[in-house]
């Protein structure tokens, strides 16, 4: 027989309903029954290996089985990335098993269906067990063995017969003294340096027969057992799988014979060899290097070094990773992929493939299994273009957990997904994934309320001791996302069960945030005005924050010694007045006034600060950086300034607009909301203007510059073609929510009470562009399609609206005539 353990099962179709919330909140199952009676076995490693330089390992171990009709299951887990293989044929589709997740406080059990793959008498269950995010390097210091030292591997079969609960069933095998380890023929495997592969070491008898070899050695043992194991929790979101392949556009061989590959695309995942019409992808021996990038040089080779991170312990550049290796075996047949790793990456770039090997090599794209939710469409393709480059980035950035980048950092950043989640949620189905990565927020959440700028974070609930890591943690507009996130899948979903099991966590954030306001003084300030004012109980102008963060112009030096009070004070003002929105949504009418009240307060701090009588934003010269568009429209859209001077405030970020150039300078925090904050105070012509223009910065420029993903800098690539940070990070994307709520023209509630969230009331209002002459949006809410289109032709307007039932809608047409609907199909007329 020929046995590829590397090959891919042929990837399903997603499953309806993939992204589906779950009923119980994800902490509050317990998986350990399903795992009763095993306990924890590692590989026999009698001295680890350096960090990037581990083999995967095989645990095996036989069970008998008599053939009959009731199902036999697997439960899992692993400290590491698993895989599991039943008599030579892999178990189940998912990817990078457990997944990621705060290992020190939950950690998921998988079940698989055995029965199609048994026979009876003697089976064999083998487990590829590797470094994973457990031990494996993990962030922007790339730093190993995060969460311990060595992996371990945790496992039952149980046969489950009719009306019998799974966890109930007869046991046939769990982990434990039985078990016998050896190396793989994976000779390194980490996620994010690569992985090797030696195919002339695999031997498929390692699959399928029982491991009496001598090279099999007893299991490490760790004294711990499944019933003693309070993280087990069973997983509460879809899984990660490679969902689909992705054929080179193009292949360009160079000089030497160094193939590379243009995908057209950036993505995330791992590259499949293998070979055509049953040969060898090459002659036995021969090793090939595979290095994955985003972009090439000059030379026409894949460049990475603008994805090599800086080591702040030793001042130095780290790789950049991204590099896997094949030794060939010249077995017909033979296939290669790395599913122990994980890339971002265009471009691939096969160096040691003699040049008349004719070798199939196909992307394997790899990610969360979302549904998607969201499409868009208008008059102008390059609009359509902009929409499909960011659902790019939202899939390659959603890997188990949602990532700042699938390449440099790999992390789970706060901030990140604080700024992208409104908008990921018209895309896809994110609210299972969300609430997943909720739950590890709130597990690695500080006792003082901090949260760390990456969840899950390998410290756990405490300091790291890295100095900038410790510092950064509870950064505003990174830390808000304990609040923000829950909140707006609330607004998305109307799920009130998010907002209540992370109610503890948001009273942590806000109090913790207040009481640093409340007991500490900026230096600066204090030498400006030495007897504080009585507003600055709430105004936060002391730890360390980021800032607005990415400006155009701006280089980014995160420095504790910056007062970024404008920022700290703006969000703490949000953060309350979300929270007190989310103690009325459950019934807590006390808490709900007190937060107001903190809200106020710091309202009042900011504008007291920060708002001077002539409507101007931090103009009095005592901010850092002066007075910036991110001010204005933080203040517009976190409703910081009274009713009665928004507009003027509205109408001075428009002319620092237009006096920038008909440019955007917006950073990280505040560019998704800049567009919505135009046009939703009478400057929708503005909006529209900054939205199609092109050039640098806007987001147009990066789609002429052919970005198939957004990039973390405006000027991510420049004209030379020189490459900077990053490119493929979502957070710019998030502009695609103003196709749907302004341009096409629905939109949530800001503050929606008990019967108007998860689409039960939307705001219907296209806000056509002097350009376009038709738009539509499609979203698949929690309450079935809603769909909205317009047309303008001659002097006609059009509006066609399809609202699922239980949905009410308040129309505003653009002659201002406004009405109220309720599900069903509708369609109106106005002049243009």
């Known amino acids: 027989m020929t046995l590829t353990t590397e090959a891919l099962p ?32 590692g590989p026999h490693e009698p001295v680890v290996p350096p960090v990037g330089e581990r083999p995967a390992y095989l645990l095996a171990c036989t069970f ?71 031990r494996g390097r993990h962030g922007f ?117 160094t193939r590379v590959l243009d995908l057209g695309l950036n993505l995330n995942g791992w590259v499949r060899l293998a070979g055509r019409d049953g040969k060898p992808i090459a002659p036995e021996g021969t090793r090939l290097t595979l290095t994955h990038g985003e972009a090439l040089d000059a030379a026409g080779r894949v460049d990475t070094g603008h994805l090599r991170a800086f080591d702040f312990a030793t001042k130095q550049l780290l790789p950049a990773g991204q590099v896997d290796e094949v030794i060939t075996s010249g077995v017909p047949g033979e296939e290669a992929e790395p599913r122990h790793t994980t890339h971002g990456f265009r471009y691939v770039q096969v160096e ?6 004719d070798a199939e090599v196909r992307a394997v794209e790899v990610r969360t299994d979302l549904r998607d939710t969201g499409a868009f469409t208008c008059d102008d393709p390059r609009l359509e273009r902009l929409h499909e480059v960011v659902v790019n980035s939202l899939r390659a950035n959603t890997c188990g957990v949602p990532t700042d980048c699938p390449q440099r950092e790999r992390s789970g950043f706060t901030g990140d997904w604080q700024v992208f989640v409104g908008t990921a949620a018209l895309l896809a189905d994110v609210h299972a994934f969300s609430r997943r990565w909720l739950a590890d927020l709130r597990a690695d959440q500080w006792v003082d309320g901090r949260v ?25 507009g990174w830390g808000d996302a304990a609040v923000l996130v829950p909140w707006e899948l609330w607004r998305a979903y109307g799920d009130a069960g998010v907002l209540a099991e992370s109610l503890p966590s948001m009273r942590a954030w806000v109090d913790g945030q207040a009481e640093r306001a409340a007991s500490g003084r ?21 730890g360390f924050h980021f800032g607005e963060w990415l400006e155009p112009g701006v280089e980014p030096h995160p420095d504790p010694r910056v007062d970024h009070a404008v920022v700290a004070t703006a969000f703490l003002a949000r953060s309350a007045r979300l929270l007190a929105a989310s103690c009325t949504v459950l019934g807590l009418a006390d808490e709900a006034a007190r937060y107001g009240d903190l809200a106020d307060g710091a309202t009042g701090a900011w504008q007291a600060e920060f708002l001077g009588p002539d409507d101007r934003v931090a103009a009095d010269g005592t901010v850092p950086g002066g007075e910036r568009q991110a001010h204005y429209v933080r203040a517009l859209a976190f409703g910081l300034v009274p009713a009665e001077r928004r507009q003027a405030v509205a109408d001075r970020l428009a002319e620092r607009v237009v006096a920038d150039g008909t440019r955007l300078t917006t950073g990280f925090l505040a560019t998704g909301q800049l567009l919505p904050a135009l046009a939703d105070h009478g400057h929708a012509d503005l909006a529209h203007a900054l939205l199609v223009r092109t050039g640098v910065p806007s987001w147009l420029g990066m789609i002429e510059a052919g970005a198939t ?96 039932v239980g949905t009410t809608a308040d129309v505003v047409l653009p002659d201002g005539s406004t009405r109220t609907v309720t599900g069903g199909d509708h369609v109106w007329e106005c002049p243009a």
């Open 452 to 476: 760390p700028t990456v969840v899950p974070n390998p410290a756990g609930a405490q300091p790291s001791g890295d100095a900038f890591e410790d510092m950064s943690a509870g950064s505003a």
């Open 10 to 41: 042929p990837a399903p179709a997603p499953r309806s309903g993939a992204g589906s919330a779950p009923a119980s909140s994800p902490a509050a199952a317990d998986a350990r029954p399903l795992l009763g009676g095993a306990a924890w076995v």
């Open 141 to 257: 210091q790339r730093h190993g063995d995060g969460f311990g030292e060595r992996t371990a591997l945790l496992l039952r079969v149980e046969q489950v017969d009719a009306g019998v609960a799974p966890g109930r069933g007869r046991t046939l095998l769990v982990s434990g003294d039985g078990w016998r380890s050896r190396p793989s023929h994976v000779l390194r495997a980490d996620l994010m340096d690569g992985q090797s592969l030696d195919l002339r070491a695999l031997d498929p008898e390692w699959f399928t027969a029982a491991p009496t070899d001598p090279d099999w050695q007893p299991v490490r043992t760790t004294g711990r057992v499944a019933s003693d194991d309070v993280r087990l929790v069973p997983p509460t979101a879809p899984p990660v799988r490679a969902v689909r392949e992705v054929a080179p556009i193009t292949t360009t061989v160079l000089d030497d014979g």
């Open 64 to 134: 008998e089985h008599t053939a009959g009709l009731a199902p036999v299951l697997v439960h899992a887990t692993a400290e590491g990335v698993y895989e599991l293989f039943c008599n030579g044929t892999r178990v189940g589709d998912e990817q990078l098993t457990p997944g990621f997740s705060a290992y020190r406080r939950r950690l998921e059990v998988q079940t698989a269906d055995l029965t199609p793959l048994l026979r009876p008498g003697s089976n064999t269950l083998v487990a590829v067990l590797s470094d994973g995010w457990f």
């Open 522 to 542: 900026h230096p600066d300030r204090a030498a400006r005005r030495p007897e504080p004012a009585a507003h600055e109980r709430y105004l936060l102008d002391t």
């Open 709 to 804: 993903t957004m990039w973390e800098w405006w000027d991510g690539v420049a004209e030379d073609g020189s490459v900077r940070g990053s490119l493929d990070h979502y957070s710019k994307g998030a502009v695609a929510s103003f196709l749907h709520t302004h341009l096409a023209g629905v939109r949530l509630p800001d503050l929606p009470g008990a019967g108007e969230a998860g689409y039960a009331r939307v705001r219907v209002e296209p806000l056509p562009g002097p350009s376009l002459n038709r738009a539509s949006t499609r979203l698949e809410t929690v309450r079935g399609p809603l769909t909205c289109a317009w047309t303008r032709e001659d002097a006609a307007f059009t509006l066609t609206l399809t609202l699922p």
């Open 352 to 357: 040691g493939l003699p040049r008349e090997a």
